[in-house]
Each structure stands twice: as structure tokens, then as C-alpha cells.
């Protein structure tokens, strides 16, 4: 290998990481404020590439019905409970089973996007309301469950997306053109526009985040929801709708995911899983729950698929998906002493 | 009839109907049999053990992968011939596939076991996917194309090559192994598994090294599925990665939960279900939706989910109930003669069992201990008491081993603990009962207690499988009957612990601590959620406890329930000690009363603190209200 070949294949790592890095950032967002391990976050990667190529081909994608159907659940949903007497929070179910749907149906059916960036709006459109209804109709009425079975409804869960997008885009990949056609040349290294894109809104989403966090009173009441529910509800913080925010914030990052990563690589119905679980693997250094140990975990993640791809293909997933082992040993080594579960 | 003789008529049942079946009918009920010792594995793991995998099919791979490559590889071939006839190389195959599982098992068991329980199930996903793609790529086990031309099974010369041959074997060892975890989970060691699931301190409380036996569930999950592998492979007779993907994996749990992750049984049922089920969506689904893959993965991905928020206990318990009503219940076994359990001689009265000697406890800038030193004797009661917050269940955590000291030493019967685990305080003969009761609420009261007396018998996991555990587990319910008898809990031994009174339920924490023996009772708030006369029968046993030379220390809120049987009080308020002595010295003592009541006359410590806020029940229980006696409940 010499300098070129390694700086080429770790400006890979570097692109793949950030894409990563949104991963783990939604998936230790999710799990601090719900404790939902939320293995479906990959598939909402392919739903935005899919969708995206889909607009671009044309096409309705199909996960506009699925948000129409899924709206229209939640919706019954909270008719029934409202009925039974429950409290119901009008407004931000409106949101995001009325107002969203609505906006998404004339955005593609109405406006019919011509442009890249009217076709990436309206695949964010459709995708991050989807975070929300899916938290509403699967894992809210297990609120009070153990981690251990909300991991196995997003299992379960999973099972059903990744169906369903085979479903909505069949088993042929797509690719969508890039936002950005331009080449660097730095120090004798190409770098594509689309990379520079990629890092770069990466980037600043990881700030927005962060600012959202740091400053907003909505941030700031996620967080608290994050550390403590009971406490959080106690204070006036309406715990289900941190809920409904950081799924959507969830789907958000991974619509964008979908929409960096799809003119780089060919995404099928099934590429958005293991792109999810390569985030997990540096979620998981961060032990699901600090960000930037997380951030830095998926820039590992990035590297060493990178890296492997080179020095033994084949064997790219096996090396990457074991990367697991050593990094829970390594966070064993810090707990002495047995914890107990919630 | 009752369900065992139910049991025995569907085994007879299906072995005499089992020739008359049609060929594909036979090969059905084979496959169910294979994935239902997967999902039985699982079922161990997930409903009673409180873990679970997604990565069972990777199990499953390996031992059909083993045998395959022992059966067909010329390396292997070359080596075996003329060592090992032919017929028994397949069994050759059976030991690789089990001690390569055993090992790999074991391995990712013991990295996930300190870390919270979700680390485990994360863990198999990324262990089933990186198989699968080695599988697919290692060039001497086939790649994507497998291995072909296994060999078939064969016994004494009877050859097990066709479905129908094989199936009845496949069913056999399918009831050997729901016959063998049933009698596992119906002893000590089963009690101990269970109790895995509602929480590790409570059970490493109780003496039961909850790493050790987290990592022998999986094992055992993980042999199973690769038995069921082996099988499979001489079934099939070639192998290939398709079959041990993670989906797979994840409907070998669609299997456990739907059928009932809680019950054996669950798993034939949900393996029966889930495999029609699949053949029945394999045939409609790809013309109903006009397209061609796995969409039966959309029909349990939902149903999955519906179980789960409607049936949280999967669908066994439901037929279980229907047919319940028809059946008999099983009429009680007479017990084996019992064994003797070891028992503890205690220490001499007023020899030294606890002490501390400076413990600290600091949460960041946060002190919620402050170099408390103290002792308890042999054949005294004493008492912690203080306002909430004070730090009384940080120190219990201290001098139990749930959590560590910053600085400061504890000494239980003379030995050094600092940085023991919980189950070395039960080992030195520690008992307790916890603030927040931690019971297994579905159990019975009496195997609820029983568990307490675990580290006083030695049976391990095959002698319970195999029953050579009878006289030792009749020993051990009698010791629980008669803790729950001293208690005054006997009418309600058979019951549910859930279905107990709150008040109830604590008593039977003490009686689940009294039948570990220990020298050493700590109590967190016993007396709370009692009516005036069990408030009085528990102040009973407990003096009667003293006087065999029981050291206990409770912390308690009821003031007249401490000032008649305590013989020492120490005092805590914000992570110090104010006061200790006698009940009487500490009623006098001005800074106690401070302490309860709220500043006098602005000294010096109100300035420190925010004003104390004035808790009219512990106020009242300090006997200072005639009005209020005996009304001291805890909040």
C-alpha cells in the first residue's frame, strides 16, 4: 500500500464515519430520552435513498401511502384513547398525522419536484414524520416495558420495514446523481465535491445538535427527560412528546443519511440495516450514551471498514461487525460491580 | 386428566400417527421439532432467564457446519479413515459442533455478562451477521454454495436417511430436552435462574453469582440450537448460509415470544405456529402483493409487535387457562426424605459481627456518607434512623456490597469486604430485605423463600436436570415452609408473591433472608405498610430472633416501632452521624430533636443548610404528640 492509496482509502473512512457518526448520534438520542434501542434507524436510511431515487426517476414513492396509512393509525389511535378518556395531546398529534401527511401529499403529489433540492426536501418531508408515528403505534403503549422488549419490538419492527421496503422498491439498487459535481485536488489527492458535502453537513448537523441541546428549553428538556423520566414529568416536561421529538429528530438525521449517501454508493432495500449497525458498533463505544465517544467510535468504524476493504474484502463485514467484541470487553472492564436493570 | 397425562397422550398420539402422515406432513413436523429446540433455548434465555438472542441461527450454523465439514472434508476424511468407521464419524461431528458453540458461547457470554442486559442481544446481532458473511466467504466450507453430500444418521445399521426416519429421533431429543429444562427449572438451580430476570442485586443478594449463571443460560441456549444444527445438516444433507441468516435468527425468537417466552411449552407451540404459519404467507403473499421475497417477515413483524403489546406473555398461557378448566390439577408428589442442610453455628452474644470504620461514599461533589463508623453486635437490635435523604440506603448499599465505599473500611465477622460482591456478604452470612421488595412476583411465597436458602445446598445443573437433586430440594422447601410458618405467613405459601398485601410481601423478604441463616439481618423498612398487630407479631419475631443471637440492623421511619425494640439508635442527617446510644439517650438528645423538628433558635448548622422542613409523621412518631402514637408511617 503506498501514501496514495492510504490517503484515498482513509478520506473513504472519513466519509462512511460521518455518515456513521449521524447513526450513533440519532440512535444515543433515541435511547437516552425513551430507552428504545432503535434498530429500525437503517431503515429509514434506504427509505430516504429509495424515495429520493424514486422522485428523481419520476415515481411516487410508496412511502408517502405508508406514512398516509401510518398517519391515519395514529390518528384512530388517539381517537380510541380519547375516547376512553384519556388525555389526549391534540396539537401534536395534529402535527404530525395531519399537518405533516398533508404537506408531504402536496409537496409530491401537488408541487411534483423537479429540482435536487425540492426532491430533497420532499423526501424529508416523508420520511421524518415517520420517526414520530412509529413511536406512537409501536412502542408507546410498551412505555413502561423493559429495555429488553423494546429491543425486541424494534427487532420486530425492523423485520417489518425492511419487508416493506423490498416491497415499495423492489431488490434492485438505486443511485441517485450527486449535489455536488466538483473535484479538489489536495496535495495530490482528489477529493469530491460530494465528500466535501457529506462531511460537511455531517458537521453541521452534529453542531446544530448540539446547539439545539446546549441552548434550546426544548433541548434542554429532552435532555432532562433523558436523565431522569419520572423526575422530567414531575417538572412539567411532557415525557411523550420528547418521545414524538426525538424520534422525528431520529428520522430526520436519517433521511438526511440516506440523501448523503446515495450518490455514493448503491443502496438497496436492505443496505440501510447494516449501515444502521455499523452506527450501533460506535454507539455502542459511547455506551449508548455519549455523543462524542460515539462520534469518535463511528470515525473508527469508518477506518477500519475502509481499511479492510482493502487489505481483505471479503471479510469487511465479519472485521467490522466484530469490532464489537473487543470494544464491550473493553467497556466491561470499567463495571466492577453488577447492574441492575430498570 | 391431568396435564401430564395430556402431555403423555399427545406424545403417544403423534408417535402413533406418525407412520400414517404424509410424506410432506412428516417433514413439517420434523422441521417444527428442529426449530422448536432452538426456540426452547430461547425461551430460557428470554422468558426466564431475562436475557435473549438474535443470533441463534448462528448457533445453529455451527453445528450443522461442523458435522458437515467432519463428514465431508478430505482434510477430515483423510485423517479419520480407518481411525473411526464411518457410521460414527457424524457423532465426531456432533462433539466439534457442540465444544466449538460451548467455547464461542461461553466467550461472548463473559464479555457481555458485567454490562446492562441489552449489551447481549446487541452483541448476537452483530455476532449472527459477521458469521453469516464469514460463512459465505470461507472457501473451505463452501462460500455462498455450501457444503453437499452429508452423509445420512444412521443407528446399530438402521439407516435415518428419509425425513420419516429421522423425525421420531428429532422428537425425542426435542422432549429429552423440554423433560430435563423442566426439571431444571423446578429445583434450586431453576429458582436461581429465574431470579436472574427480576434484577441482579436482589439475587447476587441472596448468594447467587448472577454473571456465572447468565453465561451457563446462554451456553445451554446456544448447545441446543447447535444440536438442533447437527440435526439439521443430516437432515437437509447440505448446507449453506441461507438458512442460519439473521432473520432466521430473529424468527427463532418470533417463535419463543409468540408461542410464550415464559413457558416451554410456548416454544412447540410457537415453533408449530410460526412454521405453518410461513408455509401457509410463502404460497399467498407473493401473488397477493404481485412480487417475490420474504415478505412473511412483514406478517411477523407485525404480529410480533401486536403480541407483544396485547399478550405480553405470548399464547401459551391463554390455552394453558382454557384447558385448564378441563384438566385436573396434578395432585402433590409425596416428598423424598428429606436431607439435613448445613447449618450455621452463630457467634457468642455480644461478639463483633459488622463494623465500619470511616465509610464514605461521594457522588461527585456530592457526600451521601461521611465517614460513618459503626458496630453491630451479636444478639442486639440496632437501629438507623433519619430524615429521607439522610443517606441510610447509600449506607446499606455500603455494608452489602451493591455498591463500593470511596474510603472508609467494612468488616463483616471480622473480614475485610471492601470491594466484595453482594453474594460474598450472603457467603459470611449476610441476610436482607430491600426498601423497593424485590420478590418473584409470579413465584409462589414458598419458592420465593426457598431461593433465600440457595447457598445451603450444592446441587448443581445436571443433577437437577436429571433429578438426582430430590432429597436436597425437599430439604429445602421444608427449611422454606418453616421460615414462612415463624413468620406467620403459612396460609399463604402456595399464593403468588404478587398477590400478597405490600405489608405481606416484606415479611416474606424476611422469611426469604431467615432460611439463608445468617448471623447478620438487615432490614430496610420492615415494618412499613404493616396494620398496628402484624406491626406488633413482626416486633415479636424480631426480639426472638435477638435472642438467638441474630445481629440485625434495620432502618426504619415507624419512631414507636424503633424506641421499643431497638437497644442501640444511630442517627443520621445529611450523610453524618448526629447521635447514637440508646433509645432513651437519643429521644433527650438536642440535636436529634433538631434534626426532626426543624432549627430552635438559628444556631450555626441552620445557616449551612436550607431551612429544615418540619415532617409532621416522624415528628409525631418520636413520641412527642400522644395524639399521634403509633400513627408513624413511613412516606
Request: with cysteine; aromatic share 8%.
Amino acid at each position: 500500500m503506498d501514501l496514495q492509496i492510504a490517503l484515498l482509502l482513509g478520506q473513504d473512512g472519513i466519509v462512511n464515519g460521518a455518515i456513521y457518526g449521524l447513526m450513533a448520534l440519532a440512535l444515543v438520542l433515541v435511547f437516552s430520552v425513551t430507552r428504545v434501542i432503535f434498530i429500525p434507524q437503517g431503515e429509514l436510511v434506504a427509505f430516504g435513498a429509495l424515495s429520493m431515487a424514486a422522485l428523481g426517476a419520476g415515481h411516487v414513492p410508496a412511502t408517502l401511502w405508508l406514512l398516509v396509512a401510518l398517519a391515519a393509525m395514529a390518528l384512530a389511535v388517539e381517537g380510541w384513547r380519547w375516547k376512553r378518556g384519556v388525555t389526549v395531546e391534540w396539537k401534536a398529534t395534529l402535527v404530525w398525522t395531519v399537518l405533516f401527511p398533508v404537506a408531504a401529499l402536496a409537496m409530491v403529489l401537488g408541487l411534483r419536484p423537479a429540482s435536487l433540492v425540492t426532491q430533497a426536501l420532499a423526501t424529508l418531508l416523508l420520511v421524518t414524520p415517520l420517526g414520530p408515528l412509529l413511536y406512537r403505534l409501536a412502542y408507546r403503549p410498551l412505555a413502561n416495558a423493559t429495555v429488553l422488549m423494546l429491543l425486541i419490538v424494534s427487532v420486530a419492527l425492523h423485520g417489518v420495514l425492511m419487508g416493506l421496503g423490498l416491497l415499495f422498491f423492489g431488490a434492485e439498487g438505486s443511485r441517485t446523481p450527486a449535489f455536488s459535481d466538483a473535484r479538489f485536488d489536495l496535495g495530490g489527492m482528489a477529493i469530491t465535491g460530494q465528500s466535501v458535502v457529506v462531511v460537511g453537513v455531517a458537521l453541521a448537523l452534529v453542531v446544530l445538535m448540539f446547539l439545539f441541546f446546549e441552548r434550546s428549553i426544548v433541548g434542554k428538556a429532552l435532555r432532562a427527560t433523558a436523565m431522569n423520566r419520572v423526575g422530567a414529568r414531575l417538572m412539567g416536561i411532557p415525557t411523550d412528546l420528547s418521545g414524538d421529538l426525538s424520534f422525528a429528530l431520529a428520522a430526520l438525521i436519517g433521511a438526511v443519511a440516506g440523501l448523503l449517501i446515495a450518490p455514493i454508493t448503491t443502496i438497496y432495500y436492505d443496505t440501510g440495516f447494516l449501515i444502521g449497525l455499523k452506527g450501533f458498533v460506535a454507539a455502542i463505544v459511547g455506551g449508548l450514551a455519549s455523543y462524542p465517544i460515539a462520534l469518535a467510535g463511528a470515525l473508527l468504524v469508518g477506518q477500519l471498514e475502509a481499511f479492510s476493504s482493502f487489505w481483505a474484502s471479503a471479510f469487511k463485514e465479519v472485521l467490522v461487525f466484530t469490532l464489537i467484541i473487543p470494544v464491550l470487553w473493553w467497556r466491561s472492564l470499567h463495571s466492577r460491580h453488577v447492574e441492575d436493570e430498570e | 386428566m391431568t396435564r401430564r397425562h395430556l402431555t403423555l397422550f399427545f406424545v403417544v398420539a403423534l408417535a402413533l400417527a406418525w407412520p400414517l402422515l404424509p410424506e410432506f406432513t412428516a417433514t413439517m413436523f420434523s422441521y417444527i421439532a428442529l426449530y422448536a429446540l432452538v426456540a426452547v433455548g430461547l425461551v430460557m434465555l428470554t422468558g426466564v432467564g431475562g436475557m435473549t438472542s438474535f443470533g441463534q441461527a448462528a448457533f445453529v450454523a455451527i453445528g450443522a457446519y461442523a458435522t458437515a465439514w467432519v463428514c465431508t472434508s478430505p482434510a477430515a476424511t483423510a485423517a479419520l479413515d480407518g481411525v473411526l468407521p464411518p457410521g460414527l464419524v457424524p457423532w465426531l461431528g456432533l462433539a466439534l459442533g457442540l465444544v466449538l458453540t460451548f467455547a464461542i458461547a461461553w466467550g461472548l457470554g463473559a464479555i457481555t455478562l458485567k454490562l446492562s442486559g441489552h449489551y447481549l442481544p446487541l452483541c448476537t446481532i452483530a455476532w449472527g451477521l459477521g458469521l453469516y458473511y464469514l460463512f459465505g466467504n470461507l472457501q473451505f466450507l463452501g462460500g455462498q454454495t455450501g457444503i453437499t453430500g452429508v452423509p445420512a444418521l444412521s443407528v446399530a445399521g438402521f439407516s435415518l436417511a428419509s425425513p420419516r426416519a429421522l423425525g421420531p429421533v428429532i422428537w425425542a431429543v426435542l422432549l429429552l430436552a423440554l423433560w430435563a429444562l423442566h426439571n431444571l427449572l423446578d429445583s434450586r438451580e431453576g429458582r436461581a435462574i429465574r431470579a436472574l430476570k427480576s434484577g441482579r442485586v436482589m439475587a447476587e443478594s441472596m448468594g447467587v453469582d448472577t454473571a456465572h449463571y447468565r453465561i451457563k443460560v446462554f451456553v445451554l441456549a446456544a448447545l441446543l440450537a447447535a444440536i438442533s444444527g447437527w440435526l439439521y445438516a443430516h437432515m437437509q444433507r447440505f448446507v449453506n448460509p441461507t438458512p442460519f441468516n439473521l432473520n432466521i435468527g430473529i424468527e427463532y425468537l418470533f417463535m419463543a415470544v409468540v408461542g410464550g417466552a415464559g413457558h416451554l411449552w410456548g416454544a412447540v407451540l410457537g415453533a408449530t405456529l410460526i412454521t405453518l404459519v410461513k408455509e401457509k404467507l410463502q404460497d399467498i403473499l407473493p401473488g397477493l402483493l404481485g412480487a417475490s421475497g420474504n415478505f412473511e417477515l412483514i406478517v411477523f413483524g407485525l404480529l410480533m409487535v401486536l403480541v407483544l403489546q396485547r399478550f405480553a406473555d405470548g399464547l401459551w398461557p391463554t390455552l394453558a387457562r382454557f384447558a385448564g378448566r378441563f384438566l385436573r390439577p396434578a395432585a402433590p408428589r409425596a416428598p423424598k426424605a428429606a436431607a439435613t442442610l448445613p447449618v450455621r453455628t452463630l457467634a457468642a452474644p455480644g461478639a463483633l459481627l459488622l463494623e465500619t470504620a470511616r465509610v464514605t461514599k461521594r457522588f461527585g461533589g456530592l457526600v451521601a456518607n461521611d465517614a460513618i463508623s459503626m458496630t453491630l453486635a451479636a444478639g442486639e437490635v440496632h437501629a438507623l434512623i433519619g430524615p429521607n435523604g439522610a443517606g441510610k440506603s447509600t449506607f446499606f448499599n455500603m455494608i452489602s456490597g451493591v455498591d463500593d465505599p470511596t474510603e472508609g473500611e467494612v468488616r463483616l465477622l471480622g473480614e475485610p469486604m471492601n470491594g466484595q460482591p453482594s453474594r460474598a456478604y450472603a457467603a459470611r452470612g449476610m441476610g436482607r430485605t430491600f426498601q423497593h421488595v424485590r420478590l418473584l412476583g409470579q413465584r409462589s411465597v414458598l419458592e420465593n423463600v426457598a431461593l433465600g436458602a440457595h447457598r445451603r445446598a450444592r446441587s448443581g445443573w445436571i443433577a437437577s436436570m436429571l433429578r438426582l437433586d430430590r432429597a436436597e430440594e425437599a430439604a429445602l422447601l421444608a427449611e422454606a415452609r418453616r421460615q414462612i410458618e415463624r413468620c406467620g405467613l403459612n396460609a399463604h405459601a402456595d399464593a403468588a408473591a404478587a398477590s400478597l398485601a405490600l405489608g405481606q410481601q416484606r415479611i416474606v423478604e424476611i422469611a426469604r433472608a431467615l432460611a439463608g441463616q445468617p448471623a447478620v439481618l438487615l432490614l430496610d423498612e420492615p415494618a412499613a405498610g404493616l396494620r398496628h398487630l402484624e406491626k406488633q407479631a413482626l416486633a415479636t419475631l424480631l426480639a426472638q430472633l435477638r435472642a438467638e443471637g441474630l445481629g440485625i440492623l434495620v432502618v426504619e421511619h415507624d419512631m414507636e416501632f424503633v424506641m421499643n425494640l431497638a437497644d442501640r439508635i444511630t442517627v443520621l442527617e445529611f450523610g453524618s452521624v448526629i447521635a447514637e446510644g440508646t433509645p432513651d439517650e437519643v429521644q433527650r438528645n438536642p440535636r436529634v430533636l433538631d434534626a426532626y423538628l426543624g432549627g430552635s433558635d438559628g444556631d450555626a448548622r441552620e445557616a449551612a443548610h436550607p431551612a429544615p422542613v418540619v415532617r409532621p409523621e416522624a415528628a409525631a412518631g418520636l413520641g412527642l404528640d400522644p395524639l399521634a402514637q403509633g400513627a408513624g408511617v413511613s412516606p
